[in-house]
């Protein structure tokens, strides 16, 4: 069975400081990857996703994530971050495009003003 | 393009009432469905998933049901609610091949009392 891993469940950075978020999974063939922001009370949000291709993914907002298959990760980055960017990250891997998606328990970012 | 149409946005319930939430999608046919559950500290659980009308499949057992009377509605039932049904409720479609999309509904926060 597929499943995600993401084990920083809060990060705290300095606005204006690099970010990453972890996310590691479990999956025996291809993994379709995806990054998720939450707001507050709000739905999801599409940051980016991974079918296949290059393994560095941009995504909106100035996020980027790579792909790195000998590690199982998918780690989402971003090189100065923005007080808006205060919210929680959901990694998400699905069986193929259109399956349903197995999240992470997600990573709460706040940020330092 | 298509929305996804989720309400009520929030709803407090007393134990032992009816629930009903539905979410609707446009601009597309044939999508598959779900209802995901988020709750502190667990992130999204998938509740149920549906690839056409009247094809429902579970994956947790719980006091929830769905519904797919149409081919854009999904419907999440319970007869009588409990304390521990309280969460964050999440509607979802997606399409299959290869560029597939997803999409999430706002969300319905719903507090049983």
């Known amino acids: 069975a597929q499943s995600v891993t993401q084990p920083d469940i809060h990060i705290t950075v300095s606005e204006g400081a690099s970010l990453e978020l972890r996310c590691n999974y479990s999956y025996g063939a291809t993994p379709y990857l995806f990054w998720y922001v939450q707001s507050p009370g709000q739905g999801l949000q599409l940051l980016l996703k991974y079918f296949s291709g290059d393994t560095l993914v941009q995504g909106i907002k100035g996020f980027e994530a790579e792909f790195k298959r000998s590690q199982s990760s998918f780690n989402l980055r971003k090189p100065s971050v923005h007080w808006s960017d205060a919210a929680e990250y959901f990694c998400?891997?699905?069986?193929?495009?259109?399956?349903?998606?197995?999240f992470g328990t997600g990573t709460r970012l706040a940020v330092r003003p | 393009s298509q929305t996804i149409h989720q309400w009520p946005a929030t709803l407090v319930q007393p134990v032992g009432s009816p629930l009903s939430l539905e979410c609707t999608v446009e601009g597309t046919s044939n999508p598959n469905l779900y209802w995901y559950r988020q709750a502190a500290g667990r992130g999204l659980q998938l509740l149920f998933y549906s690839v056409g009308i009247g094809q429902i499949s579970s994956e947790v057992p719980q006091n929830l049901s769905a519904s797919r009377p149409q081919d854009r509605q999904f419907i999440l039932s319970s007869k009588k609610l409990l304390l521990s049904d309280s969460g964050f409720y999440l509607c979802?479609?997606?399409?299959?091949?290869?560029?597939?999309?997803w999409g999430f509904g706002q969300g319905t926060r719903l507090t049983v009392v």
């Open positions: 979802a479609w997606s399409l299959g091949g290869t560029g597939s999309s």
């Open positions: 998400a891997v699905g069986a193929s495009s259109g399956d349903k998606l197995t």
